[in-house]
């Protein structure tokens, strides 16, 4: 299996070079070259499959250089029952109204992030070993990607992480989990600034090919195609769960903002996965429910991002968005370059005229929520099912609820526990326990280690430049 960019001037790649690459040498996203299609045999086979036996069959169709016995091993040292909780690892709950949600935050930082990131930090360290190479990761994160990765690279020989966030923009123990690693391979900085601006200038940086060249500069945002991969596995994994059999179709719901998570879907769902639709639910940030109704893609600038009590979704720029695009528009690199462009300009563009397409070949439907929504969803589930879920997952649930149709099976993917935004739980259902793991007790008393910078690219590479020419 070999890997092209949406923008059509990178040669094709392998796996491994793909997972330190991140964002391509012109600008694009690394896609396969094409999608392995699933058997009703196949599918039949995997049913009956363990996490771990599942995530390898469906990894081992999209990394191939690197041999099987290795590959098994990094999978089975990622999906434990010690790291998730449960040797089901994502097992699957149904409410009392019938939505069913999967549960994706059992992991090390209680958010679906660890389910990809924590197979990333096994792969990465695997494959710099066996190239002798550093890697010198630089991420955005609007909440949960920047813990998940650090946590998954804590210590990793031959990796440093360097993890922008936008400051005061994330929950306390957001900003604690990250923040008080002592890790000296571990660097945070708060960007004066939204979480569109971080994102900006990772692609600023990758964008800079002597600077990224220079300094081994990789990424760990979901523009990063191994996280992608491995977030496919658990759509199988939900459906399995959620059906008797393969000639049922289940709904996936997905609190989205940067369209990495359902982006994973969409590749299921065209490798042969019987899902019947694909819905995107958003906050107050509606930019993908927009395009979903309208065909109309208008990224907001910082300026006009809204701060919201579902901050990981506080984004108006879905870096993953691309890739579905490129499909949609036949693989065109030309068009994706001219799209980009108009992005680029700050104009956005229109497809009204695939929205019809979008809808009925790829299943796409959307949603969203806002403050209200969710604390009043939060506070139904928990009057009617006795839990608590977080303000993303009731964004889900809430969006799921309102377009459900009759017969339809729906599978909210879980974002994360609500002990990680106990102030929105609290306001929903008042001064309730939240439950959190007894080695996250006191975690927004530990010290915390971070470096506030202005919202400028250069800020941070000089940064990165003086913590690794004093590390030579």
């Known amino acids: 299996m070999k890997y092209i960019s949406t923008r059509g001037a990178t040669a094709p790649k392998p796996f491994s070079e793909v997972l330190l690459m991140g964002l391509a040498p012109d600008g694009g996203l690394m896609l396969p070259e094409h999608y392995p299609q699933i058997d009703e045999a196949t599918l039949q086979k995997w049913r009956g499959l363990s996490y771990p036996e599942l995530a390898f069959e469906i990894m081992s169709l999209f990394v191939t250089d690197i041999p099987a016995a290795d590959l098994r091993d990094i999978v089975n040292r ?6 998730f909780g449960s040797a089901e690892i994502t097992p699957v709950r149904t409410l009392s109204d019938g939505i069913k949600i999967q549960a994706l935050s059992n992991g090390p930082t209680l958010a679906f992030k ?9 792969a990465f360290e695997y494959v710099l070993a066996k190239e002798g190479k550093q890697l010198n990761i630089l991420g955005a994160t609007s909440g949960d990607t920047g813990s998940a990765a650090e946590y998954a690279l804590r210590g990793k020989k031959g990796v440093n992480v360097f993890m922008l966030s936008p400051d005061g923009k994330m929950s306390s123990f957001q900003r604690a989990q990250m923040f008080s690693l002592q890790d000296a391979n571990i660097h945070n900085i708060a960007v004066e600034g939204m979480f569109d601006d971080c994102q900006d200038i990772v692609k600023a940086v990758q964008n800079d090919a002597g600077f990224k060249e220079k300094y081994h500069i990789g990424t760990v945002n979901s523009i990063n195609w191994g996280r992608i991969v491995a977030q496919v596995v658990y759509y199988f994994a939900g459906y399995f769960k959620a059906t008797e059999n393969n000639a049922q179709k289940v709904s996936f719901c997905v609190p989205s903002g940067n369209f990495g998570n359902i982006c994973a879907g969409h590749i299921a769902r065209q490798m042969g996965l019987p899902v019947r639709r694909l819905i995107v639910a958003t906050n107050e940030n509606d930019v993908l429910d927009e395009f979903f109704k309208t065909g109309a893609y208008r990224p907001r600038t910082a300026e006009h991002t809204h701060v919201t009590s579902s901050p990981s979704m506080d984004i108006s720029k879905a870096s993953n968005f691309e890739r579905f695009v490129f499909d949609l528009m036949g693989r065109n690199a030309a068009e994706i370059q001219t799209l980009w462009a108009e992005v680029g300009s700050g104009k956005g563009f229109d497809l009204a005229a695939k929205l019809q397409e979008a809808h009925e070949k790829y299943g796409f439907a959307s949603g ?8 009043e969803t939060i506070a139904e589930v928990y009057r009617t099912d006795g839990e608590l879920i977080d303000p993303h997952t009731a964004d889900g649930v809430k969006v799921a609820r309102e377009v459900r149709e009759a017969g339809e099976t729906i599978v909210c993917l879980e974002t994360a526990l609500a002990a990680k935004f106990e102030d929105t739980i609290h306001e929903a259902v008042g001064s309730v326990a939240v439950p959190r793991p007894a080695a996250l007790a006191g975690l927004e008393q530990l010290p915390q280690r971070v470096t506030v910078v202005p919202n400028d690219a250069e800020a941070v590479k000089n940064i990165i430049r003086t913590t690794l020419d004093q590390a030579v």
């Open 78 to 83: 990622t999906y434990t029952a010690e790291t």
């Open 114 to 122: 660890d389910m990809a990131m924590q197979f990333l930090g096994n």
């Open 368 to 375: 969203k929520s806002s403050h209200r929504d969710r604390l």
